[in-house]
């Protein structure tokens, strides 16, 4: 038996990234190429497969250590020799292709209809790529188990949750009103009311791609799709509001098929069954208006169900294992986070494990473990389950394609969308962090033009390719966190020079107009001598962040510097103007802010 140290092989154009899941254990047994950890960087999330198959001896990873080439994951017990590390896991906007695939199978039977692009999942990267491939000349059809487009986004992601923070934002500042002495009687919540402001919000959205998708000529199939082979799709057709099998069935063949089954909300197994346990989409059904609410795992989503939830009355507890909450935003934006939430919550359990949880009558009796663990289980009205999403790789047939498929039910794609078969391209929550509506857009046009350019002979569209250099992330809570780029903490972690801009919103006149100047606006510039000063990453906190964060990718993705963005007119007086000043401040000719002591 030999002691291998398996280490971290070429992981393409990034110096260190962060471990964010941790897939083995010591005593395990793993085979070789079977992945041992995730890691993410702000472009791509990859697994990292094992050199050797053996025994795990030792870990020497945890969650949130930052990793980079040769950085040792394990030492492992086996039987093999020692060999080089694995071949270099290249960078792509997807999980790494480390999955192995099985032979395709092949489809000898008759088909329903042909397209040129069948599209699998309606969310909002399978219609953008079935509408994109569609005004760019294709037949297409679009293939969607539920009765409406929008998949989890508009149905029960995105849009419900922003329909509920609105009114929750319009309540909080309704109280707030009583101090600059305009007072409103308490609040009277119709719960009924509410659900159906926000079906309506959905219904009007869902309602318009649906015609959209008739206006483009697009076939919607009403069914739960599975591969047959590379060129064939079969589609077990469903009814009713969630997916009931009819019995009957369709064969679609297609020259091209993009794959956009997204995910789903992690359930932790321990958890009993009980209407009082939830997950983001129980969440959004309002079923009750709990007095105690626990929310577990302490990310974007969880913090803005939580956010809703409290103003409607509940007092909340967070049990996250990371030692942060918002994890991947810079500290100093968080904090202003937390310091104006503070009052919402009786705790905030950081470094701590979620163990077990029993339903009584009085509610759901929860126990944790670690730093921030009370002695007792406590008790709560609702539980709401926010530990992540996990990629529906696995539940489409993929091995009948011949599809690569990792362990954790990721596709692995290139950066033009296609998966290691050239009939199958994949986009969307399917292919890797971060999950966000955004990127799936954006990578469903690049898999529509590559396709359109392959079949239509058009050499410029057949280059079409997903270079995005970043991905902004807001946290829609209030005030609001957005973020892009390299962070603070990436930098520092990686050992880049940078410069940065900081204009507190204390100087904003909106700001104060507002009454909410508690915030701040960030610029980080490359202070390398080969960086040009330019740009890299920004963060805001503040009301409205996440409408404004997109100016910074704009200007990251143009390769702006200080100058051109402190030269950039903003209009006065907005909470846009910050974007502007903070760049005035990197550029020292901010005249809205002290000046700054000369020595
Ligand atoms: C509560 C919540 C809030 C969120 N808020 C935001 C936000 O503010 N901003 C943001 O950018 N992102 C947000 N997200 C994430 C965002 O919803 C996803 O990143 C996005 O929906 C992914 O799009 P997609 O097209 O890849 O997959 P999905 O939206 O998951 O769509 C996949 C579709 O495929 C269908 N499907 C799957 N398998 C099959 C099959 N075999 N046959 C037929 N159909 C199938 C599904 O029914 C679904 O409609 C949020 C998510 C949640 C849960």
């Known amino acids: 038996m030999a002691l291998i140290e398996v280490q971290v092989p070429d992981i393409g154009d990034f110096d260190e990234v962060g471990v964010i899941e941790v897939l083995v254990k010591a005593g395990d047994s793993v085979k070789a ?40 994951i394990l030492s492992l017990e086996s039987a093999e020799a020692a060999a080089p590390a694995p071949a270099p896991v290249a960078a792509a906007p997807a999980a790494a292709p480390v999955a192995v695939a099985a032979p395709a199978a092949q489809y000898s039977g008759s088909s329903d209809a042909e397209y040129d692009v069948v599209v699998l999942g309606g969310g909002p990267g399978g219609y953008s790529a079935a509408f994109r491939a569609a005004d760019l ?88 799709g599975t591969l047959l082979d590379p060129q064939h799709l079969q589609v077990e057709l469903t009814e009713g509001e969630a997916q009931a099998k ?50 577990v795992g302490g990310g974007i989503i969880g913090l803005e169900m939580g956010t809703v939830y409290s103003t409607l009355g509940a007092r909340l507890d967070v049990v996250e294992m990371l030692p942060t909450l918002m994890t991947g935003a810079d500290r100093d934006l968080v904090k202003v986070w937390q310091k104006m939430n503070a009052p919402r919550f009786d705790r905030i359990m950081l470094n701590t494990k979620t163990v077990s949880a029993e339903a009584k009558p009085d509610g ?19 539980v709401l389950q926010a530990v992540g999403r996990t990629p529906n790789g696995k539940k489409i047939g993929a091995d009948k394609a011949g599809v690569a498929v990792t362990d954790r039910g990721f596709v692995p794609v290139d950066i033009q969308m296609r998966t290691n078969v050239p009939s199958v391209f994949a986009i969307g929550d399917l292919v890797g962090q971060p999950m966000l509506a955004h990127k799936a857009v954006h990578e469903a046009h690049v898999a ?46 990686r050992g880049l020079k940078i410069e940065k801009g900081l204009f507190p919103w204390t100087a904003s006149g909106r700001a104060i107009a507002n009454t909410r100047d508690e915030g701040f606006t960030k610029l980080i510039f490359d202070a390398s001598p080969e960086g040009g000063h330019r740009v890299i990453g920004g963060g805001i906190v503040g009301t409205h962040a996440g409408d404004m964060i ?50």
């Open 33 to 72: 190429e079977q992945s041992l950890i995730t890691v993410e960087s702000d472009k791509a999330s990859m697994e990292i497969p094992s050199s050797h198959a053996g025994v795990v001896k030792e870990l020497r990873v945890k969650l949130g250590d930052k990793v980079a080439k040769g950085s040792v």
């Open 137 to 224: 000349g294709l037949k297409v059809a679009l293939v969607e188990r539920y009765s409406t487009l929008g998949g989890v986004c508009l149905n029960v992601g995105c849009i419900p949750t922003k329909a509920l923070l609105h009114v929750a934002a319009v309540m909080d500042e309704a109280s707030h009103l009583a101090d600059l002495g305009v007072a409103f009687g308490a609040p009277v919540v119709d719960l009924d009311k509410l659900r159906a402001h926000k079906a309506k919000v959905v219904g009007k959205l869902t309602g318009g791609l649906a015609a959209m998708a008739k206006m483009r000529k697009v076939t919607v199939v009403r069914g739960y």
């Open 246 to 295: 009819t019995g009957a069935t369709q064969t679609l063949a297609f020259k091209r098929i993009i794959l956009a089954a997204g995910s789903q909300a992690v359930r932790l197994p321990f958890l009993p069954q009980d209407d009082r346990i939830v997950d983001s989409t129980g969440a959004l059904g309002l079923a009750s208006k709990p007095e105690k609410m626990l929310i």
């Open 364 to 382: 759901i009796w929860v126990k944790f473990e670690g730093e921030g663990a009370p002695t007792e289980p406590q008790r709560y009205d609702l």
């Open 448 to 493: 529509a033009e590559v396709i359109a350019g392959e079949l239509l002979g058009d050499a410029k569209l057949a280059k079409s390719a997903f270079n995005a250099r970043v991905i902004p992330s807001v946290a829609y809570t209030d005030p609001e966190v957005a973020w892009v780029g390299v962070t603070e903490d990436d930098a520092k972690a």
């Open 550 to 599: 997109g100016e910074i990718a704009l200007a990251i993705e143009m390769g702006a510097d200080a100058v051109d963005i402190g030269k950039t007119i903003h209009p006065h007086p907005t909470l846009g103007e910050s974007i502007g000043m903070a760049a005035e401040v990197a550029h020292g000719s901010c005249t809205d802010v002290p000046p700054v002591k000369k020595r």
